[in-house]
C-alpha cells in the first residue's frame, strides 16, 4: 500500500477570531493565546512522532504563522534525535561514523513550506475585517436579508459558493496528483474552506457545516496506489480511513 497521511489543521487563534471579526483575506495575525495553541499542537505531534514530509499553507498570516511554529518544532525534534543518535553511534566506536552521519541527515528532512492560494480563507468582500455589529450598521439591508433567509445571498465584492468549492477541488486534484508515495502531509488552512476541501476528498456533492476548532486536526489515511480504481475497492474501509476529527485534545 501507497499510504498518503493527510493532516488537515485549523490555524491558532488569530486577534480577528478574538474580536469576531469576519477576517476573510485580512491579515490578522495569532493572538497571544493563539501562539500558545500553535505551540500545544506542536508539542502534541512531536510526541506522536508525526513528521510531514510535506507541508502546505495558506499564506494568510494567522496560518502562515501556525505553520511556521509547527514546522519550528517538527525541525527541533528532528535535530534532537539525530543529536541523540549520534552520541549513541559514537560510544560504539569509531566505525559508527558514517552510519551516524547519514541517519543525521535522514532525521533532518529539508521541510519547506508550499503557500497555496487555494487555502485562503473566504473572500467575503465588504464584509471583510467587520464585525456583525459593524456590517449591520453599514449595510443593514443586507445583513437583515442575510438573517431571514438559509438561501444562499451574494455578497458584494466577495468570491460565490462555486468559486470556493472549485479551488477546494483544484488543491485536492493536485494534491493527490503530485503525491504518489507513501507520506505524510501537513496542510495548515481556515475553518471555512476546510469545508469545501473535506467534501471533496470524501467526494461528497455538497458540502457540509462543521465546526472547526482553532489548531484542531483532521487526518485522514488514503491508499494511492488503489486511488482510481473503479472496482469493489472505492468501498473498502480498509484504505480509506478518517483516523481524526475536529481533534483539539491537546488545548485541554
Known amino acids: ?20 471579526r469576519m477576517q476573510g483575506h485580512r491579515d490578522f495575525g495569532l493572538s497571544t493565546e493563539g501562539i500558545e495553541q500553535a505551540k500545544k499542537l506542536a508539542q502534541r505531534l512531536v510526541l506522536e512522532h508525526k513528521r510531514p514530509n510535506y507541508i502546505y499553507s495558506s499564506p494568510l498570516k494567522r496560518a ?12 527541533s525534534a528532528a535535530s534532537t534525535a539525530a543529536s541523540s543518535t549520534s552520541v549513541s553511534n559514537s560510544a560504539s566506536g569509531a566505525s559508527a561514523t558514517a552510519s551516524s552521519s547519514t541517519q543525521t541527515q535522514d532525521a533532518l528532512p529539508h521541510l519547506q513550506v508550499e503557500y497555496a492560494d487555494e487555502l485562503k480563507e473566504f473572500q467575503n468582500g465588504i464584509f471583510e475585517g467587520l464585525t456583525w455589529a459593524e ?4 449595510y443593514p ?3 437583515n436579508a442575510l438573517e431571514d433567509s438559509p438561501d444562499w445571498i451574494q455578497i458584494p465584492g466577495a468570491e460565490s459558493l462555486q468559486d470556493a468549492r472549485d479551488r477546494a477541488r483544484r488543491f485536492i486534484q493536485t494534491l493527490l496528483t503530485r503525491h504518489t508515495e507513501d507520506t505524510q502531509i501537513w496542510i495548515v488552512t481556515h475553518s471555512w474552506i476546510l469545508q469545501h476541501l473535506i467534501a471533496e476528498l470524501l467526494g461528497s456533492d455538497r458540502s457540509w457545516r462543521l465546526h472547526a476548532h482553532n489548531t484542531a486536526i483532521f487526518e485522514f489515511w488514503l491508499d494511492r496506489s488503489r486511488w482510481d480504481h473503479t472496482n469493489q475497492n472505492r468501498l473498502n474501509t480498509d484504505l480509506w480511513q478518517i483516523r481524526r476529527f475536529n481533534d483539539y485534545r491537546h488545548l485541554g
Open 64 to 75: 502562515a504563522q501556525t505553520t511556521e511554529i509547527l514546522l519550528t518544532h517538527a525541525l
Open 141 to 143: 439591508a443586507l445583513c
Open 135 to 138: 456590517a449591520k450598521q453599514r
Open 1 to 20: 500500500m501507497k499510504l498518503i497521511k493527510l493532516l488537515f489543521i485549523r490555524h491558532a487563534q488569530s486577534v480577528g477570531n478574538r474580536q469576531k
